[in-house]
């Protein structure tokens, strides 16, 4: 796997200066990501030594696993911030949510019960197995409630990869794609890196994100990329200054 390898751009010579990122799994003991606000607080502060200045934290919100509300994603993040203010972190957290498009979101989307990326961006997924049958009906629903689609890691769903065809006819409903940074070095794996370089080189990525949920990630992260993709992924974690 590349995430392997030496010949590398280390992620701190990429990061332009009014990167956000968009998706992380950083508030302690909400989802599968960090457990303490120990391990929160480090990982944040390790950003901040990158030279970001503002993240914004999605935990998962699932159905059938972590059906966490409003109150719940809000409350953590309060709590957060006043350890980041305590020991002088001056990176800026703000939270949204990573909604599973499931049956919890689909009653949620209709009654606006969702918290936003910067007031009009939603940040969905789906299972990697298999789409939901009703896929159409609530990407209908996200719109008719005025929020625009991001689909989190595209290429880590199996049903579609090896199939640019299939993420054509997805992105022609006016979805935005974010390629999660691990998925480029290889972090998931070939076929997933593979799908990641295919929609990356065909212009169909529109944002990035690191999808940190622990320190053993940040360190893959931190090594980097291969040259010919860190320029790529620079301009495109550049378009994330729409969240400032």
């Known amino acids: 796997m590349q995430f392997l390898s030496k010949n590398k751009v280390p992620f701190k010579e990429i990061i332009p200066k009014d990167y956000i990122d968009i ?27 990158l030279g970001v200045k503002k993240i914004i934290t999605t935990p998962h919100v699932m159905q059938e696993i972590w059906p966490n509300t409003n109150e719940v994603i809000l409350t953590k993040h309060s709590e957060m911030c006043e350890v980041l203010k305590s020991l002088e972190i001056k990176v800026q957290l703000e939270t949204s949510a990573e909604y599973m498009l ?9 009654k606006g019960n969702v918290i936003p990326l910067s007031g009009k961006h939603l940040l969905v997924e789906m299972s990697t197995f298999n789409p939901p049958i009703n896929l159409k009906e609530i990407l209908f629903e996200i719109k008719l409630a005025g929020y625009i689609p991001i689909l989190a890691h595209p290429e880590r769903y199996s049903f579609y990869q ?44 529109d944002l990035v994100g690191s999808d940190i949920h622990n320190y053993q990630q940040f360190e893959v992260l931190e090594k980097g990329f291969l040259p010919k993709y860190a320029k790529k992924l620079s301009k495109l974690m550049s378009n994330s200054s729409i969240f400032s």
């Open 23 to 49: 998706h992380s799994h950083l508030l302690p003991n909400i989802d599968d990501g960090v457990k303490t606000i120990y391990q929160s607080a480090y990982i944040i502060e390790q950003f901040e030594n």
């Open 102 to 110: 499931d049956d919890l979101f689909y009653e949620r989307i209709k």
């Open 162 to 205: 090896n199939n640019l065809k299939k993420y054509k006819l997805l992105k022609g409903q006016n979805i935005l794609f974010q390629l999660n940074l691990l998925s480029l070095s290889g972090y998931y794996g070939d076929s997933v890196q593979k799908t990641a370089i295919n929609l990356l080189d065909n212009g169909y990525i």
